[in-house]
C-alpha cells in the first residue's frame, strides 16, 4: 500500500489524542464503579463508635442510644442498687455470666468497667424485644420478689439491675455488653473496648 503524501506526524498526534481521550473516558467511567463498592458515608457511620457525656446522667437513669442498628442502654446506678445485686443471685441462670455474651472486663458482679454505669445491649436475647426498665424495689405483678431491671412484655423474660436473666424465663442468656471503654470520667465510647482488653 503506497504511504506517499501520508503525514506519519499528523498519525501519531491522532493516535496519541485518541488514547489520552479513551484514557480520560475510561476514568470517568470507573471511578463511580469503583466508589460503588465502597460503603456509604451511611454504613459507615452505622459501625461507628459512639461517643456519650454522661455527666448529666442522673443517679437511677437510663439512656438509650443506637450503636450499629441495636439499641443501647446506659444506666447509672445508685450505690444501693449495687448493694442488692447479690440478693438476686440465687433467682438468676447465671449469676456469674459465665454463658454470656461480654467483653472479659465485664464478667464481675455489675457486669461493668465502672461498677456505677451499666453498657447494655437493649435487646432480649430470646426474640430480640426491647425490654422496659422497671427500677423500682418491691413486688411487680411480674414478679413478687423484685429489686429493679428489666422486663420484657414481649414473652415474660426478665433481668436484673446487671442484665442478669432469671430462671424460668424464655431468654436464654444475660443481656449483651457491648464493647465498650472510657476516654476520662464522664466521656464514654460505645465501640471501643479499653487499651489492653481483649
Known amino acids: 500500500m503506497p504511504t506517499d503524501g501520508v503525514n506519519k506526524k499528523r498519525r501519531r ?4 489524542t485518541t488514547s489520552v481521550v479513551g484514557a480520560v473516558g475510561a476514568g470517568f ?8 463498592w465502597l460503603p456509604s458515608a451511611k454504613a459507615q457511620a452505622v459501625g461507628a463508635p459512639v461517643q456519650l457525656d454522661v455527666s448529666s446522667l442522673k443517679a437511677g437513669q437510663l439512656l ?3 450503636w450499629r442498628g441495636q439499641t443501647i442502654g446506659v444506666l447509672r446506678r445508685t450505690p444501693e ?18 454463658e454470656s455474651d ?31 426498665f422497671v427500677p423500682q424495689v418491691g413486688p411487680q405483678p411480674f414478679e413478687e420478689h423484685w429489686d429493679g431491671g428489666f422486663f420484657c412484655p414481649c414473652h415474660k423474660s426478665k433481668y436484673d439491675m446487671a442484665g442478669r436473666v432469671y430462671k424460668g424465663v424464655p431468654a436464654p442468656t444475660n443481656l449483651r455488653i457491648p464493647p465498650y471503654s472510657f476516654i476520662d470520667g464522664n466521656t464514654l465510647v460505645i465501640g471501643v473496648n479499653p487499651k489492653g482488653a481483649v
Open 13 to 16: 498526534f491522532l493516535v496519541a
Open 29 to 36: 467511567v470507573a471511578v463511580p464503579f469503583i466508589k460503588s
Open 64 to 66: 438509650k442510644v443506637q
Open 81 to 98: 442498687t449495687l448493694k442488692l445485686l447479690p440478693e438476686v443471685d440465687p433467682y438468676l441462670r447465671d449469676p456469674e455470666s459465665l
Open 102 to 132: 461480654q467483653p472479659p472486663f465485664a464478667q464481675n458482679e455489675a457486669r461493668a468497667l465502672k461498677p456505677e454505669y451499666l453498657v447494655v445491649n437493649m435487646h432480649c436475647t430470646h426474640l430480640g424485644c426491647i425490654p422496659q
